[in-house]
């Protein structure tokens, strides 16, 4: 068992299916301390090492809650993200695209740096 992530603090976005799940379930594995689970649509896991947040990472109101929920953090894993088809005629899609994946991304990062740097954490 990789001894980086044992008694750490962990927070997955897009936490409730397929990638960010399975990073959940392999935090717990490899013995962190606690893991937040976050996306639109709370996980339930019968772990009591896992905290469910809401967070869409487009809404700037949500990631503020989850900046205040979150007492201390070690590791961000910035999961959360959307495929759109390639059809570039699509604008609406492409900026939703934009949103999620890029600003949506640096933003969650912006906001949990500070206790990321207080921990000496990583992303």
Request: proline content about 5%; overall charge neutral; aromatic content about 4%.
């Given at each position: 068992?990789?001894?980086?992530?044992?008694?750490?603090?962990?927070?997955?976005?897009?936490?409730?299916?397929?990638?960010?799940?399975?990073?959940?379930?392999e935090?717990l594995?490899?013995?962190?301390?606690?893991?937040?689970a976050?996306?639109r649509?709370?996980?339930?896991?019968?772990?009591?090492?896992?905290?469910?947040?809401?967070?869409?990472?487009?809404?700037?109101?949500?990631?503020?809650e989850?900046?205040?929920?979150?007492?201390?953090?070690?590791?961000?894993i910035?999961?959360?993200?959307?495929?759109?088809?390639?059809?570039?005629?699509?604008?609406?899609?492409?900026?939703?695209?934009?949103?999620?994946?890029?600003?949506?991304?640096?933003?969650?990062?912006?906001?949990?740096?500070?206790?990321?740097?207080?921990?000496?954490?990583?992303?």
């Open positions: 068992m990789s001894s980086a992530i044992i008694d750490k603090t962990v927070l997955v976005t897009g936490a409730n299916r397929g990638l960010g799940r399975a990073l959940v379930v935090a594995r490899r013995g962190a301390k606690r893991v937040y976050a996306s649509q709370p996980m339930v896991v019968p772990d009591g090492r896992v905290t469910p947040l809401i967070l869409d990472v487009t809404d700037p109101v949500q990631i503020q989850a900046v205040d929920r979150v007492e201390s953090l070690d590791i961000l910035n999961n959360a993200g959307v495929s759109v088809p390639n059809d570039l005629s699509d604008r609406s899609a492409f900026e939703q695209h934009l949103a999620v994946n890029l600003y949506g991304t640096l933003d969650v990062t912006q906001a949990f740096l500070p206790s990321l740097t207080s921990s000496r954490g990583a992303l």
